[in-house]
């Protein structure tokens, strides 16, 4: 709820700017800096990608966390209690998918709060099927975090830390790559990196399917893994 809340505000934040965008980018030369300038869309819909990246990093922290309470309870000793009830694998499916779908629902609460506020400060605002589409590209990131996570915890609860570290270095290379002047490879090592930024780019289900695989994979070792080690 409070992230839902949070991720809402954060978006009408963003949105809030985007009725004097030009202004906005022309006197800030390193939000310039960090994208090309495409003269078939406005400044506004090339802007809404980088926003909505930083909203989907943003989403994934609860993602990750919910996950990380598998590794909070078996700290604690609760876990003995709940596999009572339920076999390991369900106990981690079903968190990864309570993770993935708050992850969701925050993810599109922050697309809403953009349109919101952009709606009512622009003058010819975007289309809600536009931001909402461009929101929902970004979506199958959420389940590589999901999934890696998951494993990271399957193996050992201690190694969670792995998994907002690469998230924190994936917003570096994404959002800051080209101030850092980062090779292309850094780029490509994070989910962002090859999120269609619609609809400046053409949808590409390629990416939707390789994300889907990478992480219904990861999801599967997890499984593996978690149902022979000890807790």
Not at 24 to 31: D, G, H, S, W
Request: hydrophobic residues 55%; neutral net charge.
């Amino acid at each position: 709820m409070i992230w839902g809340l949070g991720l809402l505000l954060m978006g009408e934040t963003y949105g809030s700017i985007f009725g004097d965008i030009d202004k906005f980018v022309e006197t800030n030369a390193t939000i310039k800096a960090m994208f090309v300038e495409n003269p078939k869309f406005n400044l506004a819909v090339q802007f809404m990608g980088t926003i909505l990246m930083i909203l989907v990093v943003l989403a994934t922290v609860p993602v990750i966390s919910l996950i990380g309470c598998l590794g909070k309870d078996e700290r604690l000793g609760r876990l003995d209690l709940l596999l009572l009830k339920t076999s390991r694998t369900k106990l981690l499916w079903s968190t990864w998918c309570l993770a993935v779908l708050v992850g969701i629902i925050v993810a599109e609460l922050g697309g809403i709060g953009l349109y919101l506020a952009s709606a009512d400060v622009m003058a010819h605002p975007i289309a809600v099927t536009t931001v909402m589409s461009a929101t929902t590209a970004y979506l199958p990131t959420l389940l590589v975090f999901a999934s890696l996570a998951t494993l990271l915890i399957a193996v050992n609860r201690k190694l969670l830390d792995l998994a907002w570290l690469y998230l924190i270095a994936s917003f570096i290379a994404d959002y800051l790559g080209s101030l850092l002047n980062l090779s292309k490879i850094y780029h490509q090592l994070t989910p962002f990196y090859w999120v269609p930024r619609l609809p400046v780019d053409q949808m590409d289900w390629r990416y939707v399917c390789v994300m889907g695989i990478i992480s219904l994979a990861l999801l599967g070792m997890s499984s593996l893994i978690y149902q022979k080690r000890d807790i």
